[in-house]
């Protein structure tokens, strides 16, 4: 299996693990937003490992903000997918804004807000 594969299958079951949990705070959603984004973007992304890196980022960052907290479970498929992530390389931090959820569509998709 591939990376692009993996990154697929890991960002889809955290997907579904994020989608199950009944308490939803703004951030909880905005994360899933973006995981659902990187999951569509996967297949066309030139590099998946620095789209992997901007998403790991981002979900740190927000999750920091909303003080959520990940059981041992989702934390497991989010280490893989730092892990994944890594091998972009210190160039994949560039042009990637922690907190920019825009950073994630494109100029003609719709972002949706959360608050």
Sequence with gaps: ???????????????????KKTDRPAELLDIIDVLLQVYTKLDQTKDPAVLINHFINYLRSTALKGKLHFPPAEEKII????????????????????????????????VPQRD
């Excluded at 993996?6 to 889809?12: D, G, Q, S, Y």
């Design 1 to 19: 299996m591939n990376d692009r594969q993996r990154a697929k299958e890991l960002t889809k079951k955290l997907l579904q693990q994020l989608d």
């Design 79 to 110: 280490i893989e997918l730092e892990v994944l992530g890594q091998k972009a390389g210190i160039n994949g931090n560039y042009l990637g804004g922690y907190t920019d959820k825009s950073q994630f569509y494109s100029i003609f998709e719709h």
